[in-house]
């Protein structure tokens, strides 16, 4: 079965500063990667994904993610964050060929202080 | 457009009481999940349903969870003798097919007492 691990449960950054989510991975077979932010008391809300071709994505509101399979991490970062990036991420794979359910992480709380 | 929804949003029941939670699928979406976050978690994944066939509940914890989806729109997700650890947040989400996105609706936090 696979598994996600985000190590860092809260992250604190001060605003303009750059910051790097952590995520990896654990499968024995292909997997998607995804990036979810949530908001309080909002649904989750697709930030970008990994199905396969080049292994940097861009998404949306400035982040981006670099798949890396030899070490089975999909970082998220972003060069300059807001304070409205204050929020709950969450990592996320499906397999392929497993249909399309979703194996999350613990999440990452991403605090913006001014 | 319409996103997904769900009702209700906040639910309290004693332990013993069933309960029905509703999601509103975003219209044409083909598939459908549900997802239980328990607090401080992300959320884990209960069943899934193409149209009206439930392909997957893997992740239903007990015989006291059942969900259906008749039409193959609108689904329901039943908790029968609600126990306290229940408790958590029901996330639906709803997408065109396999390997979409999924798009997912605000939740129903079901807390048991």
């Known amino acids: 079965a696979q598994s996600v691990t985000q190590l860092d449960s809260q992250v604190p950054v001060f605003e303009e500063a750059p910051v790097e989510l952590r995520c990896n991975y654990s499968s024995s077979v292909s997997v998607y990667l995804f990036w979810y932010v949530q908001y309080p008391n909002q649904g989750l809300q697709l930030l970008l994904k990994?199905?396969?071709?080049?292994?940097l994505v861009k998404g949306i509101n400035g982040f981006e993610a670099e798949f890396n399979k030899s070490q089975t991490s999909f970082h998220l970062r972003k060069p300059s964050v807001h304070i409205s990036d204050t929020a709950e991420y969450f990592c996320a794979v499906s397999i392929t060929g497993g249909g399309n359910k979703l194996t999350f992480g613990t999440g990452t709380q991403l605090k913006v202080e001014l | 457009g319409a996103g997904v929804s769900q009702s209700p949003r906040y639910k309290v029941a004693k332990r013993g009481q069933d309960v029905a939670l509703r999601c509103d699928p975003i219209s044409g979406h083909v598939s459908l999940f549900w997802y239980q976050q328990a607090l401080g978690q992300g959320p884990e994944f209960l069943t899934y349903f193409q149209n009206e066939a439930q392909l997957d509940k893997s992740g239903l914890p007990s015989d006291r969870f059942f969900a259906e989806r008749p039409e193959g729109s609108v689904s329901t997700l039943k908790i029968q003798r609600t126990q306290q650890e229940d408790s958590a947040v029901y996330l639906c989400a709803s997408s065109l097919g396999a390997f979409r996105e999924q798009y997912f609706g605000p939740g129903t936090r079901l807390t048991v007492t």
């Open positions: 990994y199905l396969s071709g080049s292994t």
